[in-house]
């Protein structure tokens, strides 16, 4: 079956680790996409990718990086300079060029504390 | 720029009844316009698309949305609500990015449907 994988679905962490979500999909989708999700504000976009080796910021990239190295995997780092990393994640990917119409795994929940 | 504004926060009827979630968008070009449901602790999955054929499209579980493009507005609707309807609703408008570099999907805030026995 094709889809998107994100590991771990729960993730705990100290303040001032870093840590890495995991995001594969083997849909064949060029761009990829990750989302922070807090209640009540929707998705907010962190970093997208169009291609491999290529990536652009988002809306609320600071205290995130992400590395593009194979078409399937899109990893998102949460690094100690994100002031609250406690949150929702959601990775999604896309092919349609024109609408932008995109496929989400079902998430990582992380908890810092 | 494209944005999407969803009416309603929390939205409860009673099952059997009518549901109507309410999304507005803004864009300077003609939208693609989506909707989302996400059941608690999961991802999401797609209802409903609208690409500029047919302003009146059929989703998945009974759903359907109207384009309006003279009141900006992509309404959702469902004749008639199930229990298993209860999740948060999210509408989305294809956003645009200038210089030929990938676009992606600007969401609404989002909203929770509770359904009454």
Redesign the interface.
């Known amino acids: 079956d094709g889809g ?1 994988t ?1 590991s771990p ?1 729960y993730l705990f962490r100290k303040e001032g680790q870093n840590v890495t979500l995991s995001c594969e999909q083997n849909l064949n989708h060029d ?1 990829m ?1 990750w989302y922070r999700q807090d209640p ?4 907010r ?1 962190i970093y ?3 291609i491999v080796n290529d990536f ?1 910021k ?1 809306d609320i990239a600071e205290g995130y990086s992400v590395s593009r190295e194979k078409k399937e995997s899109f990893p998102l780092t949460v690094t100690s300079a994100q002031k609250n990393p406690t949150a ?1 994640y ?1 990775c ?1 990917s896309s092919t349609d ?11 990582t ?1 992380l908890t810092v504390t | 720029a494209q944005s999407v504004t969803q009416l309603g ?1 929390h939205v409860s009827v009673s099952e059997g009844a009518l549901v109507l979630l309410r999304c507005n968008y803004s864009s300077s070009v003609p939208p ?1 316009l ?1 909707w ?1 449901v996400q059941y608690p ?6 209802l409903l ?1 609208y ?1 500029s054929a047919a302003t009146l499209v059929k989703g998945i579980n009974g759903f359907e949305a109207e384009f309006k493009k003279s009141e900006t507005s992509f309404h959702l609707t469902k004749p008639s609500a199930h229990m298993s309807d209860a999740a948060e609703y ?1 509408c989305a408008v ?2 645009y990015r200038l210089g030929g ?5 600007i ?4 909203t929770k449907l509770s359904v009454k026995p």
């Open positions: 998107i994100q679905k761009a996409y009540g504000q929707g998705l976009l997208y990718s169009q652009q988002g929702f959601l999604a060029s024109r609408t932008y119409e995109q496929y989400f795994g079902p998430g929940r | 926060s693609y989506f989302y602790n999961q991802g999401l999955q797609l698309k690409t999210f294809s956003s570099s990938q676009g992606n999907l969401f609404g805030k989002g």
